[in-house]
């Protein structure tokens, strides 16, 4: 899934879309008014805790 948000938004994000016990990864991207990527984070590899 990709989350899209301008500038004027909060720079925060809620993954809605997982459930307890995955593992998910995230990549950020930035890009320029054209829709260019111009900058990218490292790669989080995030496990979501099982629930218990």
């Not at 925060?12 to 995230?26: A, C, E, H, M, P």
Request: aromatic share 8%; proline share 6%.
């Amino acid at each position: 899934m990709v989350a899209l948000q301008r500038l004027i938004t909060p720079l925060s994000y809620i993954d809605r879309d997982v459930d307890f016990g995955d593992q998910v990864i995230y990549i950020v991207h930035g890009l320029d008014a054209y829709d260019i990527v111009v900058a990218a984070s490292i790669r989080e590899i995030v496990m979501v805790p099982p629930q218990g």
